[in-house]
T-cell receptor, first 114, second 113 residues
């Protein structure tokens, strides 16, 4: 079985400040990890993924995430938040073998204040 | 490419009626996924296909739900009969085996009254 935990329902940050959205996972085997963003009344948009290699992954819109195997975490980060980053963020995982479909976390709403 | 196309965008129906949701995946993609999103349960996988064949339907909640993929460019999710608790946003996604990431449609918001 695989699972994803996003412990914060909402994260508030001031524009220009760094942001972190937390994610921990559980999976049998090597993890493939993803971050998606959802804007109101829209589908999910891919931000970044970790498959193998460098633990620090860079993605769209200036976002990055750090894979930490010992802590089973994949936190999303951005050095300087924008108001337009306000959205719902989902972390997802699947194992490198077996079931192809992603398991998603419950989502974290990011609110960036001007 | 137009991306994953879902129709309709919104559907309001009465309890007991049949509902059919449609999805056109990105051309060339060999995986197709149906997800449901609700406030209470978040994003749940319902079923996914590989090369038009259902691989895992363990997320389909009840026999009232069925999904088909008659060809590589079309899939349907049917609910018969529909119930108010089926109200949710239903997403279709597709991916290419080698690419790993999934592309999502804009979703169908279903309201059963």
């Amino acid at each position: 079985a695989q699972s994803v935990a996003q412990p914060e329902d909402q994260v508030n940050v001031a524009e220009g400040n760094p942001l972190t959205v937390k994610c921990t996972y559980s999976v049998s085997g090597n993890p493939y990890l993803f971050w998606y963003v959802q804007y109101p009344n829209r589908g999910l948009q891919f931000l970044l993924k970790y498959i193998t290699g460098d633990n620090l992954v860079k993605g769209s819109y200036g976002f990055e995430a750090e894979f930490n195997k010992s802590q089973t975490s994949f936190h999303l980060k951005k050095p300087s938040a924008l108001v337009s980053d306000s959205a719902l963020y989902f972390c997802a995982v699947r194992a490198d073998t077996g079931r192809r479909a992603l398991t998603f976390g419950s989502g974290t709403r990011l609110q960036v204040q001007p | 490419d137009a991306g994953v196309i879902q129709s309709p965008r919104h559907e309001v129906t009465e309890m007991g009626q049949e509902v059919t949701l449609r999805c056109k995946p990105i051309s060339g993609h060999d995986y197709l996924f149906w997800y449901r999103q609700t406030m209470m349960r978040g994003l749940e996988l319902l079923i996914y296909f590989n090369n038009n064949v259902p691989i895992d339907d363990s997320g389909m909640p009840e026999d009232r739900f069925s999904a088909k993929m008659p060809n590589a460019s079309f899939s349907t999710l049917k609910i018969q009969p529909s119930e108010p608790r089926d109200s949710a946003v239903y997403f279709c996604a597709s991916s290419l085996r080698q690419a790993q990431k999934a592309f999502f449609g804009q979703g169908t918001r279903l309201t059963v009254v």
